[in-house]
């Protein structure tokens, strides 16, 4: 029985290995397409539009923007801002008490008028921070400001020149002094009024955390990235989705006092310039930028989102960008590479795999999307869609020849089938008896000569019905009895009419039979095919002449067809004596082999008081016809 069991399933699954080969090889293609680097281009533009289909945010209501414009420079008449210009404005903001001003402006020397203004400033304003530049050149900060009042705003770009990380911290190899940004410097100075500081991080001590909120530091093979340059403490920026991300004042805005006070109080204030000619900008595509040119943000809109999804992480538990080890991403990769494996082998048509491939990629693009959007895990996607649908639908042109090439030697071992059974039950069950007859008592040469002039030409009426019948692609059977009947008609009247024909046939134990029981009710047969309906009726022909020839003394048989509560039976019952049936026999072995085909089951309880020969089956519609 195991061992049944056991040639089943490899029979089942035997071209599974077809594909596997071919379907590894294209993964072992793409995983090192990856680990060159070939896919991180198109893994940004997929991370970028992510970013850029998310809902609608609401504007933060903690950090406004103080940007000088075009406008502003016009009406000053100079160029870069003088110093007496920025103390003004830093002296107008502290009368609203902003919890931290960052001025985004560097301030390495002298503007004049008013140095002196804007040094009392720095020296007198202790929620003020300003700005150096560490990488690669280094400029430096305004003199006799102190140490944790300065913060650096160097951003690191991808190879494509586009800003997707936050880089917090880094080490200056110049004095071996840790640094960090503005970033950073404005989102610990507004969290600290919270009551939470920064520290190092619990599951990662090499991070930065605030409160319970670790801040996920990238590594050089995070998300779609492939050697990076993660040097330093770096981030992944998670920008704010909407049109209008904060609120926004010019410098002639502030010097009129022509905006609401509450823009102001308890926030983090961001001083820079917001004009092309600056050419302070960030090249951007993740999201839409109302001042900049196309694709591009100011860089005081930068330090502003930067600032932003700190302190929304941590007080409102705003998703930060984070990724898995290097090794689940590579089991994600290569568990979607497997699942296009199977989706190729699935018995469907090329257009049906088609569509299913298709339905499946659409679903693992927005379950990537979904992760990212509500979780922030960035995942792998190119690589895993594009396996998944090289596999898919590549795969199943080796998979389709498979099952060309089954179908081919099914209908050949059905031909053969076909025809043994057809002999079988007509040409061969009359010399059966010649036989037999010709061992009890000798048979005069006349006879013998007539009975062997039949069998040669129920011999040719065979070979004659099966030339037709592939000529003609007729659907009928012929019997043993000569008779050929059509297929196309309801199963329970086909099965009558092979009931009937073959009572009629000159065979020994019928003469003893004085009660016929037919029992023929409809049978649902729309999910039969043209071949199970032919071998049902092979069956049961061959159920009667087992009857016919081996039943001593039978007096009784009844012939069940009919479907009762969902299943569907063909019984044949007699009460002779029939102990000679073989369970080893040709017939037996097609009965179980059709069982096996309608998913059912075959029995024969066989004694000297009788003979039940039953085959039983549910009528199902195969999913995948």
């Keep these: 029985m195991k061992r049944s069991v056991w040639q089943r399933i490899h029979a089942k699954y035997a071209c599974w290995r077809i594909g596997v080969l071919p379907g590894f090889t294209l993964l072992g293609v793409i995983v090192v397409l990856r ?147 503005l970033t950073l410097r404005l989102a610990t100075a507004y969290l600290a009024a919270e009551g939470i500081s920064l520290e190092n991080g619990i599951r990662d001590v090499r991070t930065m955390r605030f409160g319970s909120v670790e801040l996920p530091q990238i590594h050089p093979h995070s998300g779609g990235y492939v050697r990076a340059d993660a040097g330093g403490m770096q981030i992944l920026l998670n920008y704010r989705n909407s049109s209008t991300q904060f609120q926004t004042l010019s410098l002639s805005d502030v010097k ?4 609401d006070p509450t823009w102001l109080r308890d926030r983090i204030i961001i001083i820079g310039m917001t004009t092309p000619s600056a050419k302070d900008v960030f090249p951007v595509t993740a999201i839409a930028s109302n001042h900049a040119a196309d694709g591009e943000i100011y860089g005081v809109e930068f330090q502003a989102h930067a600032v932003s999804q700190i302190i929304s992480a941590v007080l409102d538990g705003r998703s930060l960008i984070w990724t898995w080890a290097d090794g ?128 040669d030409s129920e011999l040719r009426e065979v070979y004659e019905s099966l030339e037709r019948e592939v000529q003609t692609q007729e659907q009928s059977l012929r019997l043993g009895s000569g008779k050929e009947i059509n297929l196309n008609a309801p199963l329970h009247e086909t099965l009558y009419q092979i009931y009937s024909q073959t009572l009629e046939r000159d065979f020994p134990c019928y003469k003893t039979l004085k009660l016929k029981i037919p029992n023929f009710e409809p049978i649902d047969d729309r999910y039969l095919s043209i071949e199970q309906k032919r071998s049902l009726c092979q069956f049961l022909e061959e159920a009667l002449c087992n009857v016919g020839k081996h039943a001593k003394g039978v007096t009784r048989l009844r012939t069940d067809c009919l479907q009762k509560e969902e299943q569907c039976i063909v019984r044949i019952t007699d009460n002779g004596s029939n102990p000679s049936v ?28 009788g003979t039940v020969c039953e085959l039983t089956w549910r009528p199902r519609k195969s999913w995948f016809s």
């Design 35 to 181: 680990l060159i680097g070939l896919l991180q281009y198109y893994e940004w533009l997929v991370f970028d539009s992510f970013l850029g289909w998310r809902p609608i945010e609401p504007v933060d209501e903690r950090i406004t923007i103080i940007g000088i414009n075009e406008a502003d420079i016009q009406s000053l008449k100079a160029y870069p801002v003088p110093d007496r210009e920025l103390a003004l404005l830093i002296n107008t903001l502290q009368e609203y008490q902003p919890r931290a001003i960052g001025l985004d402006i560097v301030r390495d020397h002298a503007v004049e008028p008013g140095h002196q203004e804007l040094a009392d400033v720095f020296a007198n304003s202790k929620n003020l921070f300003v700005v150096e530049k560490v990488l690669p050149d280094p400029i430096a900060p305004p003199p006799n400001v102190a140490s944790a009042q300065i913060g650096f705003i160097d951003g690191i770009k991808d190879r494509d020149g586009r800003l997707r990380r936050s880089l917090l911290g880094t080490p200056v190899p110049q004095n071996s002094q840790y640094k960090h940004s």
């Design 256 to 259: 009129s006092r022509n905006f």
């Design 328 to 455: 689940w991403e590579y089991l994600w990769i290569i568990t979607w590479g497997i699942a296009g494996i199977i989706l190729a082998w699935l018995p469907l048509t090329p257009y049906k795999n088609f569509v299913i491939v298709g339905i499946t990629s659409l679903c693992l693009v927005g379950a990537s999307y979904t992760l990212l959007t509500w979780w922030g895990l960035w995942v792998p996607v190119v690589p895993t869609a594009l396996i998944l649908v090289l596999n898919g639908v590549g795969l199943t042109a080796f998979y389709q020849y498979n099952r060309a090439m089954r179908s081919r030697l099914n209908e050949r071992q059905l031909t053969i089938n076909h025809t043994y059974t057809t002999i079988h039950n007509g040409p061969l069950q009359t010399l059966k008896l010649l036989i037999k007859q010709s061992r009890d008592q000798d048979i005069p040469q006349d006879e013998l000569i007539l009975k062997l002039t039949q069998i």
């Design 582 to 609: 073989s369970s080893d026999g040709r017939g037996t072995k097609q009965a179980m082999q059709l069982a096996r085909q309608l998913r059912g089951r075959f029995q024969r309880q066989s004694s000297f008081q």
